[in-house]
């Protein structure tokens, strides 16, 4: 199995650090070439307007979606779930894969970061008793998930009900950051729709 992740600008280093923990294969992407043969493709928080300034221009965004139609497992966090997202607002859409609706920078600047402690039910699905302990989150200036389409599952909230996690299909989103830290949990969960 080989993972491919985004490696544009942002948190990549971390993703690919925490899937060495877990065994796995991994590339750093940064041309439409370099998606040749990957698995599943992770898309790292950072600045999306950014990000796809230079995706669209070098013809990622194109292979991305070609990846997403093969049914490969993608999956956007914070800055990545804003470039999958169908809306987001004022702006045009990024990547346009996955029927949620995301508020940018949502919870405004004085608490653009914090900390949650989450309950993830899906967690369960890798067995044991992994489903039954929170997912300690971090948030930096993060999006929200206003809206979900029928077709999406909604995988954590925070305590004000605030969607924060989701999954539809092959594509899995969070508005947190699980590479910043020690926990392997939701990695883990990602390669569980990754097995080939
Ligand atoms: N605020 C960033 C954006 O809108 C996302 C922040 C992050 O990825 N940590 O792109």
């Known amino acids: 199995m080989l993972i491919g992740v985004l490696a544009l600008q942002g948190a990549f280093r971390e993703h690919v650090e925490m899937l060495r923990r877990l065994s796995?294969?991994?590339?750093?992407?940064?041309?439409?070439?370099?998606?040749?043969?990957?698995?599943?493709?992770?898309?790292?928080?950072?600045?999306?307007?950014?990000?796809?300034?230079?995706?669209?221009?070098?013809?990622?965004?194109?292979?991305?979606?070609?990846?997403?139609?093969?049914?490969?497992?993608?999956?956007?966090?914070?800055?990545?779930?804003?470039?999958?997202?169908?809306?987001?607002?004022?702006?045009?859409?990024?990547?346009?894969?996955?029927?949620?609706t995301v508020k940018r920078n949502a919870f405004g600047r004085?608490?653009?970061?914090?900390?949650?402690?989450?309950?993830?039910?899906?967690?369960?699905?890798?067995?044991?008793?992994?489903?039954?302990?929170?997912?300690?989150?971090?948030?930096?200036r993060a999006p929200l998930i206003a809206a979900v389409g029928a077709g999406v599952e909604t995988l954590a909230r925070l305590p004000d009900g605030t969607i924060v996690a989701a999954r539809m299909r092959n594509l899995l989103a969070t508005s947190f950051h699980p590479e910043l830290t020690q926990d392997t949990r939701l990695h883990a969960l990602f390669l569980t729709t990754c097995q080939t």
Not at 25 to 45: F, N, S
Not at 68 to 95: M, N, S, V
Not at 110 to 138: K, N, T, Y
């Open 24 to 100: 796995v294969q991994t590339r750093e992407v940064r041309k439409p070439a370099e998606l040749i043969g990957v698995d599943a493709l992770i898309i790292p928080g950072g600045e999306s307007t950014t990000m796809g300034k230079i995706g669209r221009a070098n013809g990622l965004y194109e292979a991305i979606r070609a990846l997403a139609q093969a049914g490969r497992p993608i999956w956007g966090t914070c800055a990545g779930l804003i470039l999958l997202a169908h809306d987001i607002g004022p702006e045009p859409p990024h990547l346009d894969l996955m029927d949620i």
């Open 110 to 140: 004085q608490v653009a970061s914090f900390e949650a402690d989450l309950d993830v039910p899906a967690l369960a699905e890798l067995g044991g008793d992994a489903g039954s302990r929170p997912f300690h989150a971090i948030f930096i």
